[in-house]
Antibody, heavy 128, light 107 residues
Framework: EEQVVESGGGLVQPGGSLRLSCAASGFTFNNYWMSWVRQAPGKGLEWVAH????????NYIDSVKGRFTISRDNTRNIVLLQMTGLSVDDTGVYFC?????????????????????WGQGTLVTVSS | DIQLTQSPSSLSASVGERVIISCRASQNISSNLNWYQQKPGRAPRILIYGVSTLQSGVPYRFSGSGSGTDFTLTIKSLQPEDFQTYYCQQGYSTPRTFGRGTKVEIK
């Protein structure tokens, strides 16, 4: 079964740091981009960051740039999210998800990109 | 960044009714539009990718259509387990973005 499992959430004070981990299994991990998506309490989904198969390309939403760092270890099939300078606005459930891609057969260009599977999420609470 | 405007934000419907949810992109995203279902306290699950391709195991009462900037998710005949929240998402560019969600409630 293809799955991802997050860990590392918890309660942290504003300005503090936390490292989330996502363990993947059941698929060839180094063939996929991996993403983190978060959901504030009672709110919608917000993509946070993703990392390329080989770890050489990373992208973030503007609100976490300079504070969050995504990384991966393809020998251990894990993806990490190091979070620093946390604020109350970072509170929420953080989901790890594999990014699936369907490419055009001839050009190799990405035609579709979607998230599947998702982990169950890990709760990050930033509060004093 | 590409904004996705989902409507309505919530709706009430009865079992057996047809429901249509709309998602409008702020710019052309070709066919790179996906739909997810989320139950309370659970992770989202993919329903449809690439506008209209049903994920394996998703019932045929779900369908998607559209291209460019305007997309719809249709649930042909609502079942009790369909009263959840639905999100559209674009994979066309970074940052990936989601619509704000549509909560489908029992009338």
């Amino acid at each position: 079964e293809e799955q991802v499992v997050e860990s590392g959430g918890g309660l942290v004070q504003p300005g503090g740091s936390l490292r989330l981990s996502c363990a993947a299994s059941g698929f060839t991990f180094n063939n996929y981009w991996m993403s983190w998506v978060r959901q504030a309490p009672g709110k919608g989904l917000e993509w946070v960051a993703h990392i390329k198969e080989d770890g050489n390309e990373k992208n973030y939403i503007d609100s976490v740039k300079g504070r969050f760092t995504i990384s991966r270890d393809n020998t251990r099939n894990i993806v990490l999210l190091q979070m620093t300078g946390l604020s109350v606005d970072d509170t929420g459930v953080y989901f790890c998800a594999r990014e699936r891609v369907l490419r055009d057969f001839w050009s190799g260009d990405v035609r579709y990109s979607w998230f599947d599977p998702w982990g169950q999420g890990t709760l990050v609470t930033v509060s004093s | 960044d590409i904004q996705l405007t989902q409507s309505p934000s919530s709706l009430s419907a009865s079992v057996g009714e047809r429901v249509i949810i709309s998602c409008r992109a702020s710019q052309n995203i070709s066919s790179n539009l996906n739909w997810y279902q989320q139950k309370p306290g659970r992770a989202p699950r993919i329903l449809i990718y690439g506008v209209s391709t049903l994920q394996s195991g998703v019932p045929y009462r779900f369908s998607g259509s559209g291209s460019g900037t305007d997309f719809t998710l249709t649930i042909k005949s609502l079942q009790p387990e369909d009263f959840q929240t639905y999100y559209c998402q674009q994979g066309y560019s970074t940052p990936r973005t989601f619509g704000r969600g549509t909560k489908v409630e029992i009338k």
